[in-house]
């Protein structure tokens, strides 16, 4: 899945281009299905559909199904929806692009591709001229949103914040700068698209066709 500072640039960038009520929210639920709480909610907090054997995808038909209303009202909502679909889009593109497989039962591979979002940070929030402007909702314990999986929001806003400042020095092995830029024109255009489509009530894309193979 695409780092959350990918997916937070990716939220700015839309928004320069169709602006939503609350920045703010929509901001927060564009990273917020990465503040799981432990690993085993990952699943449950990115709707991972694995249920055809050989393909797997994040369902966000199905968060809009369950959540659609909250989209229309909400862009907490609205946002954490786009995370969905750009991870789709992200992990078409990685194994496209990057060419590699990166395997969860590997826990060197996944330090590895870690380290290289850390190496990255630095560069997205230059090179896009973002700045950290999440807040904590203060009754957020109370955000339906809890429903999906249990978040630990406090804990990841202070590793999140911690993005926009720490250093780090090395050469990444495998996302490098170039490949960053491109996915995002790549990927920009089409979650444009898909926000505009959602926001004027249309059906949008089904997360079933952009499914990947797995072993």
Not at 16 to 44: H, M, N, T, W
Not at 57 to 74: H, N, Q, S, V, Y
Not at 92 to 106: C, L, M, P, Y
Not at 135 to 157: G, K, M, Q, T
Request: glycine share 6%.
């Amino acid at each position: 899945m695409a780092q959350r500072t990918i997916h937070y640039v990716l939220g700015e960038l839309m928004l320069r281009e169709c602006p939503v009520r609350d920045r703010k929210r929509f901001l927060l639920g564009s990273i917020l299905p990465d503040a799981y709480s432990a690993q085993e909610e990952r699943k449950l907090a990115h709707f991972t559909d694995r249920s055809t054997p050989g393909i797997m995808f994040f369902d966000f038909d199905a968060f809009r199904r369950r959540f659609g209303d909250r989209m229309a009202a909400d862009d907490l909502y609205l946002g954490y929806y786009m995370h969905l679909v750009e991870d789709n889009f992200y992990r078409v593109f990685f194994r496209e692009r990057v060419g590699v497989n990166i395997d969860a039962q590997k826990p060197e591979q996944i330090k590895r591709l870690h380290l290289d979002y850390t190496l990255l940070n630095a560069y997205i929030t230059e090179r896009y001229g973002i700045r950290n402007e999440v807040e904590r909702p203060p009754d957020f314990e109370s955000e339906p949103v809890n429903e999906i999986a249990h978040f630990d929001l406090d804990r990841f806003l202070r590793e999140f914040a911690g993005d926009f400042t720490r250093q780090a020095e090395g050469d990444t092995r495998y996302l490098t700068e170039p490949m960053l830029d491109e996915f995002l024109a790549r990927c920009l255009p089409q979650v444009l698209r898909e926000l505009r489509t959602v926001q004027a009530g249309g059906r949008g894309l089904a997360a079933r066709d952009m499914a990947w193979t797995v072993p």
